[in-house]
């Protein structure tokens, strides 16, 4: 181990990752041999690492050549080479995209911080695991899954869901004011929503150790009950309902479900999901935090349809077909392409759907329409070369990880048959609920399924400029609609792949334009 | 570290810094062209069709224009005048695509005040089109929008210029993600047929 030969921090008990305090940036670095932290420097809401720091860290040796306006770095006899303002570099001969060009701030040069899994970790004998999210790097075989919380609470109890990736046991121990969950690994991977504390819950934090977290229980908690689901082969959800003290005939009841959480206590629900297949979907609601997206003329905004529908839509996969489900953001946050498409490869989603409200130049336009990716002249060479003697090298990592050793720019192409499968299945879902566009399947080079390594649709589900559509985007009910016809879209896409069945496209096959 | 990485490092070595340096430095001078070499090649004389008398020469060039239903570009001949370099020419048919507003039923795809920076081209014939901040902040969003703003400029000039195979759209000099959050501009586009009507 690498880090072992650098000094070692005095790290008795370091902190968990979610605790770290939110003050000056920096990105976790947990090994083996304990932590280390990497400053980060944040530019349009992206992060960098200096150049200087990594190689210090990571023991590469750094060149700067003025002449050409570039930098090597050398990692056992490997080399990278950057060029500001490129944001393309190349690592061992193979071309690799960065979502951002390296940068030179004076004498020091900055990286964004994908350069670590993206470029290096194609060099470098460990695995290189980047969780962007929560500015954690994981190196070598630790086991740090990330544990995603979701809280439900009401008047009657309440429900906390640790969606575990991957999975792992848990155990939970009752102790003065609340509970603590230990889980078997050597870190979690932690995020907690904010939540106003209330009567069963007031708070969920990162406990005392790495691998801890506590629940901090409320006056009206008395007892609680521990249900582990099973989400796919992967991950598994362990949901921790707050009770109240018995008075009542119905202790059987789950606290306070809701339409947006899998009841636990319905297994036929949340059946397992073949071990091949469709088992982990990302749902992407268009733009987000500063980006608003198309606007009506009554100031309905995209960004907020696209959530609505996104979060209706997980709930119908995530209770009726119980597969995995992930949002690549479950908020009004600002989020990047390259980010959401990344999400989805990183968790090794089967399917990506974005989805979208338009706006056209004319108000008379209406109707929702369906995308997948054209291949433009540049997608076309970047797989050749991609494809090509240049790039055919034995597969670092063993294979397990394609996405690093083809060109980001050519991960859908190699799904563009099941994307189009997709999106005519999308397509006649949507024709028997709402109403269409004259061109209801289209491909366009948009960005955000570029680097989708999944079958991917981008889907448009109506028109914002249009006024009566406005209205309707905006309702439940047509929110209901659409997520219901992507439902069975994704239903019927599942059926397709697990069985083989050809679909039939109702009314012709799609017709791309 | 493994043998196959050492394997691999003696291999790729020497042909990742050849082929790495070449890349990056064609890369280079494509993008250091500056946009300033071509900057006074428009005018105000660029508008509308040719005024009868007037002694520039011209040259008729297809622009495109949202359809009278909203759901294609049409094309309309205008004239331009004729340039002494294929970047010139580039150049004034972008800022007639720019500038024109078409008669009704058509209307202009790319928002109003939108200026060029200026066009350039790079070694093997792609064109740069380097428009300024205000095609961003003023466009409305929708990814249809976005595509008939690009591909209006896109096949504007890769139709009126055969030996320009693409065009990529650079805003305030710097290549961008997208314009309004879903087409990928970090690549010159080529022209797009689909979204044509008669
Ligand atoms: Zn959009």
């Known amino acids: 181990m690498l880090l072992a030969l650098t000094v070692m921090l005095a790290v008795t008990a370091h902190p968990a990752p979610a605790s770290q305090a939110p003050g000056a940036a920096a990105l976790t670095i947990l090994t083996r041999d304990g932590q280390r932290t990497l400053p980060l420097t944040t530019l349009a809401n992206r992060d960098y690492v200096t150049i200087d720091e990594l190689a210090g860290l990571f023991r590469l040796t750094a060149r700067e050549d003025d002449l050409a306006g570039g930098m090597t770095l050398t990692y056992a006899g490997q080399t990278i080479v950057l060029t500001a303002d490129q944001p393309v570099v190349s690592v061992a001969g193979r071309l690799v995209s960065l979502p951002a060009p390296p940068r030179r701030q004076g004498a020091r040069w900055l990286v964004p911080v994908e350069f670590l899994p993206q470029a290096l970790g194609l060099i470098y004998p460990e695995r290189l695991d980047l969780r962007r999210a929560s500015r954690l790097l994981v190196l070598g075989d630790l086991r740090v899954p990330r544990v995603v919380t979701r809280i439900q609470a009401g008047t009657t109890g309440a429900q906390v869901t640790f969606e575990i990736t991957p999975t792992t046991t848990a155990e939970v121990t009752a102790g003065s004011g609340g509970l603590t969950v230990r889980f078997d690994a050597d870190a979690i991977d932690l995020s ?63 606290a306070a479900p809701s339409a947006s959480l899998p009841a636990p206590a319905t297994p036929p629900l949340l059946a397992p999901a073949p071990a091949t ?179 991917a649709v981008l889907v448009e589900i109506g028109y914002l400029s249009n006024g009566e559509q406005e209205t309707a985007l905006a309702s439940a009910s047509y929110q209901d609609q659409i997520a219901q016809a992507l439902y069975d879209a994704v239903a019927r896409f599942r059926d397709h792949v697990e069985r083989g069945s050809t679909p039939t496209p109702g009314g012709g096959a799609p017709e791309p334009r | ?159 009126n210029l055969p030996s320009v195979p693409a065009v990529q759209i650079l805003i305030d000099g710097q290549e961008v993600d997208t314009l309004a959050g879903h087409v990928d501009l970090r690549r010159p586009l080529t022209r797009n047929d689909a979204l044509i009507v008669d």
């Open chain 1, 277 to 455: 297949g469709v088992r982990t979907i990302v749902i992407d609601p268009g733009h987000g935090g500063e980006e608003l997206g198309a606007q009506g003329p009554r100031g309905t905004l995209e960004k907020t349809v696209t959530l609505g529908v996104a979060r209706r839509l997980r709930t119908l996969i995530e209770t009726r077909l119980g597969l995995r489900v992930l949002l690549t953001r479950d908020d009004d946050r600002t989020l990047g392409l390259d980010e959401r498409a990344a999400l989805a490869n990183n968790n090794r989603a089967d399917l990506f759907i974005s989805i979208h409200a338009n706006a056209a130049v004319r108000a008379a336009v209406r109707g929702a329409e369906v995308y997948y990716l054209s291949l433009d002249r540049a997608s076309r060479e970047a797989q050749r070369i991609a494809e090509g003697p240049a790039t055919r090298l034995p597969a670092l990592g063993g294979g397990t990880r394609s996405i690093d050793l083809i060109l980001w720019e050519a991960a859908q192409a190699r799904h563009l048959e099941q994307s189009s499968v997709l999106a005519g299945l999308v397509e006649q879902a949507l024709r028997g609920r709402v109403e269409m566009s004259p061109h209801a399947v289209q491909q366009a080079p948009f960005r955000v399924l570029v680097g989708a390594n999944m079958p």
């Open chain 1, 192 to 254: 907690v929503p904010t939540l106003p504390a209330q009567t069963f819950l007031l708070a969920v934090t990162a406990g005392d150790t790495p691998t801890t977290v506590r629940l901090a229980t409320g006056p009206r908690f008395s007892t609680h009950r521990v249900t582990t689901v099973p989400a796919d082969a992967s991950s598994s959800r362990l949901v921790i309902e707050l009770l109240p003290a018995i008075t009542t005939t119905e202790p059987d009841t789950p």
């Open chain 2, 1 to 159: 570290m493994t043998l196959r990485t050492l394997v691999l490092s003696a291999v790729v070595a020497v042909a990742a810094l050849g082929f790495g340096w070449s890349l990056f430095t064609a890369l280079e001078r494509w993008l250091a062209t500056p946009p300033a070499a071509v900057a006074d090649g428009g005018g105000e004389a660029v508008l509308g069709v040719a005024t009868p008398g007037d002694d520039v020469a011209r040259i008729t060039v297809t622009l495109y224009f949202a359809s009278a239903d909203g759901l294609g570009l049409q094309g309309v001949e205008y004239q331009v005048p004729l340039a002494a370099t294929p970047a010139e020419q580039a150049r004034a048919i972008v800022e007639a695509q720019l500038r024109t507003r078409p008669a009704e039923p058509l209307l202009a795809t790319v928002p109003e005040g939108v200026t060029l920076r200026g066009v350039y081209l790079s070694e093997r014939g792609d064109a740069f089109v380097d428009l300024d901040g205000a095609v961003r902040t003023t466009h409305p969003g929708g990814s249809m929008y976005e595509l008939f703003t690009i591909y209006a400029i896109v096949n504007a000039v890769t139709v």
